[in-house]
């Protein structure tokens, strides 16, 4: 792969961690830590630069996150309804993240590709 394809930016405050890496056709946005008020702008921004970019695919890895709140919840669900089909997708992250998802019903209204 050049370095045309690839590009990467990581951002580490408070206590989110986005990583955002275009790999090809594809932009992967790796979160880890705590998804909440205090790192949803971060987020937020990469979403926005990602959708904002020609990359076919779109790819959220919550693998790495710890918590998600109403505000991360909300996020994803945004950027979802903004995609073009299949544009957007979901990484699963661990049991206690991933069962925030089953409480409030978005696991069949999420596409989680795994």
Do not use: N
Not at 29 to 53: F, K, V, Y
């Amino acid at each position: 792969m050049d370095e045309g394809d690839r590009a990467t930016q990581t951002s580490k405050l408070g206590s989110l961690g986005v990583r955002s890496e275009r790999e090809g056709e594809t932009h992967i946005i790796e979160l880890s830590g705590e998804l909440d008020l205090d790192g949803a702008p971060r987020l937020e921004d990469a979403l926005r630069e990602a959708e904002a970019g020609d990359a076919s695919s779109i790819v959220v890895d919550l693998g790495g996150l710890e918590f998600i709140d109403s505000t991360g919840l909300r996020l994803l669900v945004m950027a979802a309804e903004r995609a073009e089909h299949g544009r957007f997708s979901l990484l699963r992250g661990p049991k206690q993240v991933h069962r925030v998802f089953e409480i409030t019903d978005l696991v069949d209204r999420l596409p989680f590709a795994d």
